[in-house]
């Protein structure tokens, strides 16, 4: 059992109430009567394809339905209106998985919707009989077919990628991480500009465990609205009364620096304010700008129409009331998973306990601790406690304030993990080892599973990774992923709002973001324009006996700082790069990762990093020693990178940063 596991049990067992949280199915709450992304997609290829006008959900005329001679009202996937007074087309799409095709099961065995094969089988040859007698010719489309048209096909397949996702909401088509990226890639103060100015590295106390404790979090099960409706949002007010999950259409403004809502693009999370252009834009390229931006380059480089800018999105509430806000615009809503029941205090008991565990843990904070003046001390430690208890409703012993890094680490892990094991995957790969031909042979030919490469760890002992099929897949009994997305959604709109207070400061400039923190340019002395302390939620400020003279970031997740210790004046360098090692011999130092930045978009070769690592196999039960090499270059490519070396997201076209530095 993990840690992340045990936490869950201890939560359900001792804090989670009768009928508070719903299982949510891992592929949404949508049923066989939806239609698939695949299935409009291929409607609208069939389309292209053949010139014809195909009336379906998407189409103006909306779905076509037909009262047949038993008076049941059909809907059909695609409908083809006759031009020459002979037979409608209908084109039914059905899915292997629900309507029971032969690839996937034997004639009676259970299909998706709850009945056999043969009897699907049946009710679609009297669908097609109905629907002769109206008049209207059936040609039935199988799922596996348009997979195998599409892997045969190259124009097919670059055509489906091409469209937008208007199929049915999946929820973890929302689940996005922490929004990590530079700003500007470097900035150096040393001479006699580090006199007037610093740069700040501050970042959110216990950023998830705040979120917990403060976030509103849905009740139950939510009802499911399927509207594939024109809108006109503009302002939060435009959602009322819904709240919960949206899949929309929405297209931002072209003149936000701060963009909100992200987009899963060649892999990677990108804030951006064009679609079309992070689309195009070449991915694992290090390209800067020959000029520096302005509004008219803005437009030179972003030529798109709204249409083109825009991208469908799957979103919370909490998160696109915050874009709306900011000018963001919905023009269409396809599903919403509305939640009429919200609590604050869903998860706050639990967060309220690890919090407690981890501050006593911690030890007395050095603010509170005054060695020479015990009745000082003493008053500054009952302010704390009768703090923690009227702020947060956490109470504290005092006799229990130790410092202990093994519970505290514990406690700190136990409110970190908690909230991510709800939206735990529910087709983790698992592996089959068998030394008996009837089960490998079953696991082999099961149409429901994808398999992996099959190995032979002994003579007469086979080991078979392998998965269900996404159709398949059942949530576990601990599943809802409406937990992690508030929370890391309530998360990014906690960082944003710190964001946006540095960017309106004068004077100041946003250097880096990582998931709760910030690095910004200030001048000497400024109070920071948000609330600083060592509280739940407050930003507490990183390398405070450091003034950090010089910082260079080549994109995510790796960055290089010159620092000064503010009384002795002694100079620190570090290197953070993920996915490389810290060694002493390193080639990759302060000095060479600043060359390289300063190459940035220029012809380099990359640094060259060798370590010997040890690499355990579970399938050859041994364990050896080998040499691993990585080679690193900055990379910046969820947005553009001006001649000035700051970084602007794909599509914006406001004004231009302001660098106080050049206004000296």
Request: proline share 6%; net charge neutral; charged share 25%.
């Amino acid at each position: 059992m993990t840690i992340a596991s045990a936490c869950i049990r201890h939560f359900c067992i001792n804090y989670l109430k009768k009928a508070q949280m719903g299982i949510i199915p891992d592929n949404g709450y949508h049923k066989d009567t939806n239609q698939s992304a695949i299935a409009l997609k291929y409607l609208r290829w069939l389309s292209h394809k053949t010139d014809l006008q195909i009336q379906h959900r998407e189409s103006p005329e909306g779905e076509k339905r037909v009262r047949v001679s038993d008076r049941s009202l059909l809907r059909l996937d695609g409908y083809i209106k006759s031009t020459h007074g002979g037979w409608d087309q209908a084109i039914e799409f059905l899915g292997c998985a629900w309507h029971g095709h032969e690839c996937l099961y034997r004639p009676h065995e259970i299909c998706l919707n709850g009945k056999t094969s043969l009897y699907n089988k049946d009710k679609l040859e009297e669908r097609i009989r109905l629907l002769k007698e109206a008049g209207i010719w059936t040609i039935p489309v199988w799922e596996c077919e348009v997979v195998k048209d599409l892997e045969e096909c190259p124009e097919m397949s670059q055509f489906f990628d091409k469209l937008p996702d208007i199929g049915p909401l999946y929820p973890r088509d929302a689940f996005h991480g922490g929004r990590t990226g530079p700003l500007s890639l470097k900035c150096d103060l040393e001479g006699t500009l580090e006199k007037a100015y610093e740069i700040s590295c501050f970042d959110v106390v216990s950023l998830y465990p705040a979120v917990n404790f403060y976030a509103f979090y849905p009740i139950g099960h939510p009802k499911v609205l399927e509207l594939n409706k024109n809108v006109n949002w503009t302002k939060p007010e435009d959602l009322h009364p819904f709240k919960g999950l949206f899949k929309i259409f929405i297209i931002p403004p072209d003149d936000l620096y701060l963009p909100v809502i992200p987009e899963n693009i060649h892999g990677k999370l990108i804030f951006h304010l064009c679609r079309s252009c992070a689309v195009e834009a070449s991915p694992g390229l290090a390209i800067r700008a020959n000029r520096k931006y302005n509004k008219e380059i803005g437009h030179e480089w972003c030529p798109h129409k709204d249409d083109e800018r825009g991208f469908v999105s799957t979103t919370c509430s909490v998160e696109l009331e915050l874009a709306l806000k900011k000018g963001y615009r919905v023009t269409k809503v396809y599903s919403i998973y509305h939640w009429e029941q919200w609590s604050d205090t869903l998860l706050r008991p639990y967060v309220q306990d690890m919090m407690c565990l981890k501050i006593e843990a911690s030890g007395w904070p050095s603010s509170v601790l005054v060695p020479g003046n015990p009745e000082i001390e003493d008053q500054r430690k009952k302010e704390f406690i009768e703090r923690n208890q009227r702020e947060y409703g956490i109470h504290l012993d005092p006799t229990r304030i130790e410092r202990n890094e093994g519970m505290r680490y514990l406690a700190k892990t136990c409110n970190n993990s908690m909230w991510g094991r709800w939206a735990l995957r529910c087709n983790l790969s698992k592996d089959c080892i068998t030394s008996s031909p009837v089960e490998l042979h079953t696991i082999l030919n099961d149409p429901k599973l994808e398999l992996g490469a099959v190995e032979m760890l002994a003579p007469n002992l086979f080991s078979v990774p392998y998965k269900q099929r996404r159709e398949f897949v059942r949530p576990h009994d601990k599943y809802n992923i409406a937990v992690a997305l508030i929370t890391t959604a309530t998360a990014r709109i906690m960082l944003y709002d710190y964001m946006e207070r540095i960017v309106k400061e004068k004077d100041c400039k946003l250097l880096y973001t990582d998931t709760d923190s910030c690095f910004y340019l200030h001048r000497c002395g400024q109070t920071p324009p948000f609330r600083v302390g060592e509280m739940l939620g407050m930003m507490d400020r990183e390398y405070g006996e450091w003034n950090i003279i010089a910082f260079y970031t080549g994109g995510c997740k790796q960055y290089a700082m010159k620092m000064k210790h503010r009384i002795s004046g002694e100079i620190k360098f570090i290197v953070k790069c993920r996915g490389c090692w810290d060694k002493v011999d390193s080639p990759l130092d302060f000095n060479q990762f600043k060359k390289m930045v300063e190459a940035y978009g220029e012809e380099q070769k990359p640094v060259i990093l060798e370590r010997i690592h040890f690499q355990p196999s579970w399938r050859r039960g041994e364990v050896t020693s080998r040499s691993q090499k990585r080679r690193y270059a900055p990379i910046y490519d969820k947005g553009i990178v001006d001649d000035n070396f700051d970084c602007y997201p794909y599509g914006y076209r406001g004004e231009p940063l302001i660098d106080p530095i050049y206004l000296e």
